[in-house]
């Protein structure tokens, strides 16, 4: 969709840029393409040319002003036209319609998305965990004591199965090792640097290239009718934060996530906000409606989830009256995305699955409902 | 401002209403408060009447468009011209300004108040200790064991001194059981009842009456130029959040508060969040701006308070590149609402009007910059 737009303002910038074509060629140079005998049939037959010219320049001027209207095209393009699509368009309706008995006024159109494997991918480890890994390979050499403590070790020598024989608590170390003594805007630098170079193991993507182009669309899609979208990640905050409003076009304000203590502190009579050690909130599980209410403060209406970590917050979003809407991102696409669930270490998918399928939530099949994974 | 309006479209409501006046009578009507003779003139000196008519018309149209374009009045029509407002004025007008040194874009324009003392009053005690309270006397017959234990005795005694002896632990323990023991929904209904129907013991005012007008009209104005404004108060957030959208236009959202442990719990199939009788986070001193790093996650460019409370959050805002803003209210005015600063119990302010002074922030004084304190 923004490529398609984007494509339209150049050849308009384009057309800009050159001569002002004859009146005869206008209508021609856009249909040439298809048309390569327009110039040659305008010089031999006058009449038809002014009528190609009238037509295509009302098609073309229709065209624009379907584009500036955001009529182009399926604000769902990359979706199959199957029912995952059409339970989201349903709902959309419903409460959006004036009048309707489900009709939601817009300020109370809170959307709420999981991050990893609802918006990015999530494999073969959450982004954030490379970013500690490729953070505490830089920090080493200020970590003479590393080279012997595990998780660190395993670390800089590369050793990913030292590394997971660590388990959680080794993996928890080295987020906080990695995610504090420091400030946050330094943090924030740190992140932005990370991602504009940093590549996917498997894809050799950009991470921020790994984002789902289905649910770009669903964002767009939800704002264009009065939503406020926010996510609401087990992941860290600040990280989250440092790519959000770029690539998601979600503003810090409207990100949630697990976060560490801070501490303001005065050095040289300049205000700083230092990230420590110890960690404050995990967004993930029970955690997700607790910062939904103390970051929100209303009910959502809308959610969108694809692990055992968000059914909470499904089970909180569809808890109140009138229409409510909550999806679930099933991966079973080995051969585009990945395929895993109910025994997956990364992203399991189990009882949320089973809860969706009694209370007929949404589940999306990657393989089945997306036409297009990653944006092209 | 809101009032004017109001009449403006009962006046237009009213018009539309009566028959249609003839043509000479319109501009006559219009002008007959303050020229009774205008139909005798009309009859006598048929060129005149024309005259006044065209000319009426035009101011009325004139006006009218002029309303309707938001430019009926001076935008913070109840402040008198005085440096305070001019330096607030000419901040907006920097960082609005496209291809000013200073312009900062929309979604980075982010303005943080205070709610007791700066937004509405603080005084005799703030307002949210009130609720507590008559809370409490209402809860009362559920719990005999108050019948004898402090600070609950004290207050079920009306003993305001008992209460007061027992000191800020007290008034912790009182806020804590009054705000405990039920879902943040029932929380939220609770306090709009007493809203509803509670009266300020000196002004026999409704609480939300007692807003400051001059600062509605900022929180307008800086809306109107593509700011995002918050609370940051040291009030309980869920308080704040239950008439913030109402009565300043600001969502649940963008209210950041000190706020108690919470509990996401599954009753018989239906979710809800439990307040509980910890304490989370104290969004005060210190706290206010660790409140908007976790909270916004984007460095305010102006701040707006009125107490030592309020301090380390204009520092974190004024610690920036570009221009910013920070702003104290002085309550010096003890004839329209009260008078305190450095020795005041409540709202102290002594350290902060000290470094205001040095680092030349805006010091408000109610009483010789405000043309009035309470709307209308």
Redesign the interface.
């Known amino acids: 969709m923004e490529e398609r737009l984007r494509r339209v303002h150049d050849n308009a910038a384009e057309h800009s840029r050159t001569p002002r074509p004859d009146k005869l060629s206008l209508g021609c140079r856009l249909f040439e393409r298809w048309y390569p005998t327009c110039h040659s049939a305008a010089r031999v037959q006058p009449r038809v040319p002014v009528l190609v010219k009238m037509v295509s320049t009302s098609l073309f001027l229709f065209l624009l002003a379907m584009l500036a209207n955001g009529y182009a095209a399926d604000p769902l393009a990359s979706w199959n036209d199957t029912a995952s699509k059409n339970s989201l368009i349903a709902f959309v309706e419903r409460v959006t319609k004036t009048g309707s008995p489900d009709f939601v006024p817009a300020?109370e159109r809170?959307a709420t998305f999981d991050n990893d494997g609802t918006l990015w991918a999530e494999q073969p480890m959450y982004f954030q965990f490379l970013f500690a890994i490729d953070r505490a390979k830089a920090l080493a050499p200020q970590h003479p004591e590393w080279q012997t403590n595990e998780p660190f070790a395993s670390v800089i020598k590369g050793d990913m199965k030292g590394l997971a024989a660590a388990g959680v608590k080794g993996m928890l170390e080295l987020t906080e090792a990695t995610h504090s003594g420091l400030t946050?805007e330094e943090f924030d630098q740190a992140v932005k640097d990370w991602l504009a170079t940093a590549k996917h193991p498997k894809s050799g993507r950009r991470y921020t290239e790994m984002v789902y182009q289905p649910m770009l669309e669903v964002l767009t899609y939800l704002r264009g009718n009065g939503f406020?979208t926010f996510i609401v990640s087990g992941g860290g905050?600040?990280f989250i934060?440092a790519f959000a409003?770029k690539t998601y076009g979600i503003?810090?304000?409207?990100?949630i996530g697990s976060?560490g203590k801070?501490?303001?502190e005065?050095r040289d009579g300049?205000?700083?906000?230092m990230k420590l050690t110890e960690v404050d909130f995990i967004d993930d599980k029970?955690g997700k409606?607790?910062g939904i209410?103390?970051?929100?403060?209303?009910h959502p209406i809308a959610a969108f989830g694809n692990s055992d970590g968000d059914l909470?917050m499904l089970?909180?979003t569809?808890?109140g009256a009138g229409a409510r809407f909550a999806l679930l991102v099933h991966h079973d696409d080995a051969e585009r995305e990945w395929a895993y669930d109910r025994t997956s270490q990364i992203g399991k998918l189990d009882k949320a699955w089973d809860e969706a399928t009694a209370k007929g939530w949404t589940v999306v099949s990657m393989k089945a409902d997306w036409k297009t994974i990653f944006p092209k």
């Open positions: 300020p809170i946050t406020k905050v600040d934060r409003e503003p810090p304000e409207q990100v976060s801070l501490k303001f005065m300049k205000a700083g906000i029970d409606p607790i209410q103390s970051h929100i403060g209303r909470q089970q909180w569809t808890a």
